[in-house]
């Protein structure tokens, strides 16, 4: 069955960097766009970035870690990353990752969450102030 797994969450302070990752296993990897959501304490999950199937040569961003966030995919290791830097308190949530099997080709519809069919459990960042 497919199965994605988020590492590399944890406390972190202000101004501060974290890689997380996300193992995928039990589908064609390069075949799926990925995406990273996140959900805070008492808010709904939101977007924060996806990449594109395939060479992963397209990115989207949410407009509040554009600059500050990297998404990035190892196809031959079933990787794909988000690396945070220049962290901020309101970053604090659980992290997810998600494999969608379209790429749409536009923001809008790569942030919705109904475009993705397999989700992992999600890993905690929590950056102190």
Known sequence: QVQLVESGGGLVQAGGSLR???????????????????????????????????????????????????????????????????????????YYCAAANLWYGSSVYQREERRYTYWGQGTQVTVSS
């Open 20 to 94: 997380l990752s996300c193992a995928a296993s039990g589908l064609t990897f390069s075949g799926y766009s990925m995406g990273w959501f996140r959900q805070a304490p008492g808010k709904e999950r939101e977007f924060v970035s996806a990449i594109s199937w395939w060479s992963g040569d397209s990115t989207y961003y949410a407009d509040s870690v554009k600059g500050r966030f990297t998404i990035s995919r190892d196809n031959a290791k079933n990787m794909v990353y988000l690396q945070m830097n220049s962290l901020k308190p309101e970053d604090t949530a659980v």
